[in-house]
């Protein structure tokens, strides 16, 4: 990607350096060596050459919230909405922007906005989880990390999170079966081993979470093959080790059929 980008922008510079077009690819190219100041003036560029590029202002906007610069990243995303209401990037980049600076309510105006403007985008449905998350309208976020999954989750994570949302809600067997989604959604990709999303591994916690809920369910064999999976990751090794012991002690105290008490009769 980096590459192919390189080219383009080499390719452009040397077919019309002032044009807007020119300028955006150049500044992509500059963010995507993360030399945001560098990319900010390319995409100022932009915007002076055409003032009405409601894409480069948006782009400028998340230029500025690398920096931290939440007053002139939400300058940026208005002047992109006031040429293109219809902008989603725009509208979730107020969002990103009212969140961190902990205005949820505005925060969720906008990230509604965004998910308007692009409704089968998983990723403004799973911002707008969060938010109502944060401010505990579990019903809401559980819609929303439902939703999510259903209009094809980009990230992999809204049954990950519906599970640790049903988890915080103390509610165990819906905790279990979107633990057991996510697992079965990732197999389907054909994903395998020590799958990492947003540089986290999330299987070892729904393998320890599905190891104890069988435990508690006296569903041993189950159980058992959880936790013998929680022994590959070092996150989740010592409670995976307790967890066997357990099993073993509640297989050792359980009679088989073999051992079953036997009956006397008694004359009457």
Same mark, same amino acid.
């Given at each position: 990607m980096t590459a192919e980008l390189t080219s383009l922008a080499h390719h452009c510079f040397e077919i019309n350096k002032y044009c807007p077009e020119t300028c955006c690819v150049v500044g992509n190219?500059?963010?995507i060596r993360s030399e945001h100041d560098k990319a900010i003036v390319y995409f100022q560029r932009a915007v002076k050459l055409?003032?009405?590029?409601?894409?480069?202002?948006?782009?400028?906007?998340h230029e500025f919230m690398e920096f931290k610069n939440t007053s002139?990243?939400?300058?940026?995303?208005?002047?992109?909405?006031?040429?293109?209401?219809k902008d989603f990037r725009a509208w979730y980049g107020l969002g990103q922007v009212y969140d961190i600076l902990k205005m949820s309510t505005y925060a969720i105006y906008y990230y509604n906005m965004a998910h308007k403007a692009r409704p089968q985008d998983s990723r403004m449905i799973m911002a707008l989880g969060d938010m109502y998350e944060k401010h505990?309208?579990?019903?809401? *976020?559980?819609?929303?990390?439902?939703?999510?999954?259903?209009?094809?989750?980009?990230?992999?994570?809204?049954? %990950? +999170? !519906?599970?640790k949302l049903y988890e915080k809600m103390n509610d165990q067997e819906q905790a *279990?079966?979107?633990?057991?989604?996510?697992l079965k959604y990732l197999e389907e990709?054909?994903?395998?081993?020590? %799958? +990492? !999303?947003n540089n986290v591994d999330h299987q070892p916690g729904?393998?320890?979470?599905? *190891?104890?809920?069988?435990?508690?369910?006296?569903?041993?064999?189950?159980?058992y093959n959880y936790a013998q999976l929680c022994l590959e990751f070092d996150s989740t090794k010592e409670e995976a080790k307790g967890i066997l012991r357990r099993i073993s002690q509640l297989r050792t105290c359980t009679p088989t059929n073999d051992e079953s008490p036997e009956v006397i009769e008694v004359e009457s």
């Open positions: 190219y500059y963010s055409n003032p009405n590029n409601s894409g480069a202002y948006t782009l400028m906007g002139a990243a939400c300058l940026a995303y208005r002047k992109a909405l006031q040429i293109d209401p505990q309208k579990f019903d809401d *976020a559980k819609r929303c990390f439902w939703k999510a999954h259903c209009v094809a989750d980009m990230d992999g994570l809204a049954l %990950l +999170k !519906l599970g *279990a079966a979107s633990y057991s989604m996510f990709k054909g994903v395998s081993g020590y %799958l +990492k !999303l729904c393998y320890r979470f599905l *190891a104890e809920y069988c435990v508690n369910r006296n569903q041993l064999d189950e159980a």
